[in-house]
């Protein structure tokens, strides 16, 4: 890995001390510490378009965007001075109470983007709690107008919509959400549009969407008493990049017509261009009522959610103060201008980089990657959405074995890709690329090069082989 000469590193000793700290005091998040702790953390230092610098000066490919949120590379020069502007006039005030220019244009700014009809903006700091906005505020909008009994959620298996306890009970990922159980509210679960391995037993090009079908079965089983379908549209990411069959969302949104359900279209992850459209919504020309917004929404640079909402919601929160429609619900941070800045200049950069267009080539280049990893003995399955693609590694490829989750084989192939330059990270044993959408084709390349050879230099010789400690 060759150093960069012109790269800040850290002096050996200080490095040693932060090892040290970080051993006794930092919990990381998903993170199993006895492992964690058995060898010396990766410490990132800088970072420069689609790489990562460490603290001995060795570049990296940033291939998961910093955990799916950076858009347009790192130090990005219109982002840092949005920061630094605003910085000079004021880094917080308040959203309760009072008004942010940042703020106001940056709503307007969402409304015209997204999918016509949602008008307004709830500012939040991050994707957790945009959804429990949403779930609050669909909620609130069937006992505002006179449907109180109307409190349940729909919400697929395998979802993933954050780690607060609203967002967990909406989670159907049992490794993550399991010891919870006892403090969540319920859910009624439909089937997940996963094919590779279909929960229906049904074989994709004869299922009709059996899957969607089953909401519609949810649904009608809980006629009146359901608020809002909760979905990932496209592709349900934490779960392993399970990309939903086309058509999936739509019927979907169909259903929750047919029922008068609201749905709520979490964003979090396939929003800003990551699916080849701004919003994954758009691919199927489905309007969600509610739409949560979050990592990417500041190019990856700072926290910052907003969960935008149609007139309808908005309105049945409408009434004179005792009315009891307010909706209670704010943080501190709400609409933080540093963030709300940040998020401008990210758009800005959308229309001046052409981000969007500049895309297809970059997908049809993963994509070309991808047939080719399909052949792969040790690859069962790739799932491609834009620029979000998973590599399900198994055991057997002919009857879809998965290996032990023990083995740790996902994380084992991550940190192997690691000496030739490449950050990523593993969901169990699919391989996530989700690169900044700023990457080049050279970076396509030599990223997908890297986990085909990582996953030819690993998986082989992982008999009864043990984690080595990289998550
Ligand atoms: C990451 C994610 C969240 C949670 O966002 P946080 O910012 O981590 O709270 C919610 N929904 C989806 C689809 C996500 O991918």
């Known amino acids: 890995m060759p150093v960069q000469p012109d ?6 000793n200080q490095k040693r ?22 060898v010396d953390p990766l410490i990132i230092v800088g970072g420069d378009g689609e790489y990562l610098f460490d603290a001995d000066g060795n570049r990296y490919i940033d291939g998961h965007s910093s955990l799916w949120c950076n858009i347009h590379g790192h130090r990005r020069p219109e982002i840092n ?54 779930v609050k505020m669909a909620y609130g909008y069937w006992h505002h107008v006179g449907q109180p009994q109307r409190s349940r959620c729909v919400a697929l298996r ?3 919509h954050g780690d607060t306890i609203g967002a967990v009970s909406l989670g159907g990922i049992d490794l993550f959400h399991g010891v919870y159980a006892p403090l969540l509210f319920k859910v009624q679960f439909a089937p997940s549009p996963y094919c590779y391995r279909c929960p229906l037993g049904k074989c994709r090009d004869t299922c009709s969407l059996a899957c969607a079908d089953e909401v519609g079965r949810l649904l009608n089983e809980h006629r009146g008493q359901v608020a809002a379908v909760v979905v990932e549209p496209l592709i349900q990411c934490a779960a392993g990049m399970i990309t939903a069959p086309p058509g999936h969302l739509r019927r979907v949104r169909e259903l929750c017509d047919r029922y008068d359900v609201l749905l709520i279209a979490d964003e979090v992850a396939t929003g800003m261009g990551r699916t080849g459209r701004m919003f994954a919504c758009e691919h199927e020309n489905v309007v969600p009522d509610l739409m949560c917004v979050s990592k990417g929404l500041t190019g990856g640079y700072l926290p910052l959610a ?40 990210n758009l800005d950069i959308f229309e001046s980089d052409r981000t969007l267009e500049q895309l297809p080539a970059k997908i049809e280049r993963l994509t070309g990657h991808l047939r080719h990893l399909a052949d792969n003995p040790h690859v069962g399955n790739v799932r491609q959405c834009g620029m979000i693609a998973g590599i399900e590694l198994v055991k057997d490829k002919a009857t879809r074995e998965a290996y032990p989750y023990g083995l740790q084989v996902g994380a084992q ?23 900044p959408l700023i990457i080049s084709p050279e970076s396509i390349d030599h990223l997908m090069n890297t986990v085909e050879r990582c996953i030819e230099e690993t998986v082989p ?11």
């Open 17 to 38: 001390q932060l090892i040290d700290w970080d051993r006794s005091h930092v919990w990381h998040p998903f993170t199993q510490h006895s492992l964690w702790n058995a």
């Open 461 to 471: 010789r992982l008999g009864a082989g043990t984690c080595d400690g990289l998550e």
């Open 7 to 12: 790269r800040e590193t850290l002096p050996a």
């Open 158 to 160: 395998n979802a993933y």
């Open 306 to 345: 907003a969960t935008l909402a149609t007139e309808r919601i908005y309105e049945a929160f409408l009434g004179p103060i005792d009315s009891g429609r307010t909706f209670y619900h704010g943080h501190t941070f709400t609409g933080n201008p540093l963030g709300c800045v940040a998020a401008l200049a």
């Open 81 to 134: 001075s949005a920061i630094i502007k605003q910085l000079d006039r004021i880094a917080h005030s308040t959203q309760l109470g009072l008004a942010s220019p940042s703020a106001i244009r940056l709503a307007k700014r969402l409304v015209d983007l997204a999918p016509p009809g949602l008008t307004k903006v709830f500012y939040s700091d991050d994707g957790s709690t945009s959804v429990e906005v949403a």
């Open 413 to 435: 192939v991550c940190a192997h890709a690691r000496q030739y330059g490449v950050i990523i990270r593993p969901l169990a044993d699919v391989i996530v690329i989700m690169p």
